[in-house]
């Protein structure tokens, strides 16, 4: 008797989200769980999450969410940091043309 294939369960975008979004709030051990709850594969899960921008794997949704934030942070920082760089140069160059002039 030959055996067939089985037929490669497809998930809706609604549902992708769904298991996502549980992994992120059940952080650490939520992939695990989610492949228990939804009978999803963790290689599908791992797809899924390299698509969605590089959840990390290893640091759990959640901490992957908050390190996002972190970094999106910091960069408004450094940008916050190079203006006031900018001016403080042009009060540097202002002072030394002041204090040549004595």
């Known amino acids: 008797m030959a055996k067939t294939k089985k037929k490669a ?7 992708k989200k769904e298991i996502l979004d549980f992994i992120i709030n059940e952080g650490r051990g939520g992939q695990t769980k989610a492949v228990k709850k939804f009978g999803v ?6 797809s899924w ?24 942070e910091l960069g408004a920082l450094l940008k916050e940091i190079s ?6 140069d042009k009060l540097r ?3 030394m043309k002041v204090k040549a002039k004595l």
């Open 9 to 15: 369960k497809r998930y809706t975008a609604e549902q």
């Open 41 to 46: 594969t963790a290689a599908t899960i791992a």
């Open 49 to 72: 999450r390299r698509k969605e921008g590089g959840i990390s794997l290893t640091s759990g949704g959640a901490t992957g969410s908050k390190e996002l934030r972190a970094i999106e």
């Open 83 to 88: 203006v006031a760089e900018a001016n403080l």
């Open 93 to 95: 160059k202002t002072y």
